[in-house]
C-alpha cells in the first residue's frame, strides 16, 4: 500500500539553527498539507498545497517558516531560525483532492523536531 | 469560531468491554465530523466522518459513532475492545457553512485510549 514518506523521523538542532523537513507523497496525489502536532495537542494545519500553487498558509508563521512544492511532487518546510517553541511533530498529509468531504487525507509518520 | 473539545485525555476499557470515546463540537453552522487514530510512530489514520444522514456511521475496524445534534456531541464506540485499539484518538470537525467541504479541519488534542487484557 502506498504511503506518505517523510524524512528525517527525528531532528535535534540548536535554536537559531536552520531545519529543513522532506516529504513525498502518495503518487498522484495533487494535495499536499503540512500540520504541526504540539505534545499532548491535536493537529494544527500550518500550509496547503494544490499541485505546487499554495491554497492556504494563513496558520503558517512566515517571518521564519517558509514551504515549496516546486514540481508539484514532494515538499520541503524550512524553519530559519528555529526557536524554542518549534520542538513539536510535523506531520505531511497527501490527498488526490482538495475536497476533504471525498477524498481521505494519508498522513505520514511525521518528523519529532526538538530544539535545544 | 470552531472549536472541538475531547473532555477525556486517557479511557481505560478491559479487552471485551465496550468503549466510548468522547467528543463535543462547536460550530457556528452546521457541522461536519471526523475521527482520526494515530498508533506510536506512526501518522493519523482516519477511522470515519459524518456528513449528512444517518446519525450513526460506521467506520473502520469496528467502531462507530453516533451524531448527536442536540448534544453537539460525536462520541466514538466500539462493542468490544481488543487490546490492539490502544492508541490516541482525535476528533476533528469542520463548520459547513465556513469554507464549504474543502476548508481547514480543527482537531481535539487527543485522547489515549488504553484496553487492558
Known amino acids: 500500500e502506498a504511503e506518505v514518506a517523510q524524512s528525517p523521523r527525528y531532528k535535534i538542532t540548536e535554536k537559531s539553527q536552520a531545519v529543513a523537513f522532506w516529504c513525498d507523497p502518495i503518487?498522484?496525489?495533487?494535495?499536499l498539507y503540512w500540520y504541526r502536532q504540539i505534545l499532548g495537542q491535536g493537529p494544527e494545519l500550518l500550509v496547503q498545497?494544490?499541485?505546487?500553487?499554495?491554497?492556504?498558509d494563513s496558520q503558517l508563521p512566515k517571518d521564519r517558516f517558509s514551504a515549496e512544492r516546486l514540481k508539484g511532487v514532494d515538499s520541503t518546510l524550512k524553519i530559519q531560525p528555529a526557536e524554542l517553541g518549534d520542538s513539536a511533530m510535523y506531520l505531511c498529509?497527501?490527498?488526490?483532492?482538495?475536497?476533504?468531504?471525498?477524498?481521505?487525507?494519508?498522513f505520514g509518520p511525521g518528523t519529532r523536531l526538538t530544539v535545544t | 469560531a470552531q472549536s472541538v473539545a475531547q473532555p477525556e485525555d486517557q479511557v481505560n476499557v478491559a479487552e471485551g468491554n465496550p468503549l466510548t470515546v468522547k467528543c463535543t463540537y462547536s460550530?457556528?453552522?452546521?457541522?461536519?465530523l471526523f475521527w482520526y487514530v494515530q498508533y506510536p510512530n506512526r501518522g493519523l489514520q482516519f477511522l470515519l466522518k459524518?456528513?449528512?444522514?444517518?446519525?450513526l456511521v460506521k467506520g473502520s475496524y469496528g467502531f462507530e459513532a453516533e451524531f448527536n445534534k442536540s448534544q453537539t456531541s460525536f462520541h466514538l464506540k466500539k462493542p468490544s475492545a481488543l487490546v490492539s485499539d490502544s492508541a490516541l484518538y482525535f476528533c476533528?470537525?469542520?463548520?459547513?457553512?465556513?469554507?464549504?467541504?474543502?476548508?481547514?479541519?480543527?482537531f481535539g488534542k487527543g485522547t489515549k485510549l488504553s484496553v487492558k487484557p
Open positions: 459524518y456528513i449528512t444522514g444517518d446519525n
Open positions: 476533528a470537525v469542520r463548520d459547513r457553512e465556513y469554507g464549504g467541504s474543502q476548508g481547514n479541519l480543527i
Open positions: 498529509a497527501s490527498s488526490f483532492g482538495a475536497d476533504r468531504l471525498r477524498y481521505e487525507q494519508y
Open positions: 460550530v457556528s453552522g452546521n457541522p461536519y
Open positions: 503518487s498522484g496525489h495533487a494535495t
Open positions: 498545497f494544490q499541485d505546487e500553487s499554495v491554497v492556504d
